[in-house]
């Protein structure tokens, strides 16, 4: 007697796979949940209690001296922890890292007074400084070249989707329960991360269970593509390319890329830590009003991430997007700040902070074109932590000169000659055909 034929379930070795998606979604609400821990302070800096109870009433060099703290130690972590996910692996470092920030939202939540959430600060930094490299490090295994704007793009819409979502969500959370509530809420949600990190990710494709030959060996061609289209374009620029790809540090276009990176995150911070307090002190919005209003520079960023990392694989031509993004910053900045109509300014500094959106999975895929996959995590960890030293100084660098001027006006005009900087110099690589 025949008996029908037992159909068996492609494994994964055997089948067509897409799990690289499903890493660059673990990677992107991981980065949310990070940009809720970093940005919870920038709206409690509105709220009465939390200045009242940390002794920071009408003081802005202490407003600053918050984010700066976290900023400072976050830089050096970058540089100094960068290397760690080749030693230990990327996934182990990053579990370690969120594991970092639930301490630190934990003593957050818990602090008595200023020089309390200064440390509860310092340790997030260390935390996130930690996280940061490793998920370039992730996407240069997993993606190929070819990939890796919109890949880039997709995890680092969590710096976008997490402040968007800050504003309302702890102006409500604070509203209803206090301001420590929002840090319990954070400690709570900091481990959803740990579990998804933990059962979904590993550091290379070839580690993972669901992940099929076809992907190993698709994404293994285009990293090769990766390093051919590297070692052409600096032997067109009479560049030793193994030279440049291990010792990225004696590179020129390594370090035009980290300082325009600079203008970018200077931008980005400068304006996160003020936004809320300069809408509220001279645009004359309420507490409840900046909800929307602090949340509407990432709806734009959102927007522009999404539509120009897909635009930069299609070209495959990155440096030019990043002065677009630069320059239309500084543009809408400067124009936000000479407006009478309140409104309408802070619609135009929303549009400045969105445009930073537009360049911004560019830089990462700059640098892992540029860099040996073995040295991604040391070289993220450079740019971002060089980046980010200067950046720290920014939040308490505005609150100097509006205590100076009485004014935020010399503020932004800094945080406007920065992005042309920035413009210049990606124009310089763009002329390189970067």
């Known amino acids: 007697m025949s008996h029908p034929a037992i159909v068996h379930p492609e494994m994964p070795s055997e089948r067509s796979t897409h799990y690289r998606f499903v890493v660059a979604a673990v990677l992107f609400v991981t980065l949310l949940i990070a940009y809720l821990d970093r940005v919870n302070v920038s709206v ?28 400072l130690t976050y830089g050096i972590a970058n540089i100094v922890l960068g290397r760690v996910g080749e030693r230990i692996g990327a996934k182990t470092a990053m579990l370690i890292a969120v594991a970092i920030w639930v301490a630190a939202m934990v003593l957050g939540g818990a602090a008595t007074g200023f020089a309390m959430m200064i440390m509860a600060r310092i340790l997030l930094g260390i935390g996130e400084g ?18 890796r704007a919109k890949a880039n793009a997709a995890w680092l819409l969590g710096l976008m989707v997490g ?14 329960w206090g301001w420590r509530s929002s840090f319990l809420f954070l400690s709570i949600l900091n481990f959803l991360p740990i579990i998804l990190i933990a059962i979904l990710v590993t550091t290379r494709p070839e580690q993972s269970r669901f992940v099929g030959s076809v992907e190993r060996a698709y994404i293994r061609q285009g990293q090769d593509e ?16 193994e030279e440049a790809a291990t010792r990225f540090w004696a590179d020129y276009r390594f370090w035009f890329l980290t300082v325009a990176y600079m203008s970018s995150q200077s931008i980005f911070f400068g304006l996160v830590a003020w936004l809320p307090k300069y809408l509220q002190d001279v645009r004359g919005f309420s507490f409840n009003d900046l909800g929307f209003l602090a949340s509407l520079p990432y709806v734009f960023g959102v927007l522009f991430l999404i539509i120009f ?6 070209v495959s031509r990155r440096a030019p997007f990043v002065v677009v993004a630069l320059t239309l910053a500084s543009v809408f900045i400067l124009s936000a700040s000479n407006a009478s109509d309140n409104r309408l300014s802070a619609y135009l500094l929303a549009l400045g902070v969105g445009s930073l959106g537009i360049g911004l999975s560019s830089y990462w895929a700059i640098l892992q074109r540029m860099v040996h996959r073995s ?15 200067f950046t720290a100084l920014v ?11 009485g004014a935020y006006t010399g503020g932004l005009f800094f945080l406007v000659g920065l992005g042309l900087l920035g413009a210049l110099l990606m124009a310089v690589l763009s002329l390189k055909k970067v």
């Open 44 to 71: 409690l800096v509105a709220d009465p209690h939390f200045l009242q109870d940390m002794d920071m009433v009408g003081d802005a060099v202490r407003i600053g001296l918050l984010n700066t703290a976290f900023l």
């Open 130 to 147: 930690l996280h940061w490299p490793m998920q370039s490090i992730i996407v240069t295994h997993w993606f190929p070249e070819r990939e």
């Open 163 to 176: 402040p968007m979502i800050a504003a309302p969500l702890f102006v409500s959370i604070i509203g209803h």
């Open 226 to 241: 990766s390093e051919d289209r590297r070692d052409s374009l600096l032997r067109e620029d009479s560049v030793d390319s």
């Open 309 to 314: 990392g897909y635009a930069a694989d299609r």
């Open 375 to 389: 040295l991604v995590g040391a070289a993220a960890g450079v740019m971002n932590g060089a980046g980010m030293i």
């Open 395 to 405: 939040p308490t660098i505005i609150g100097f000169t509006i205590r100076w001027s």
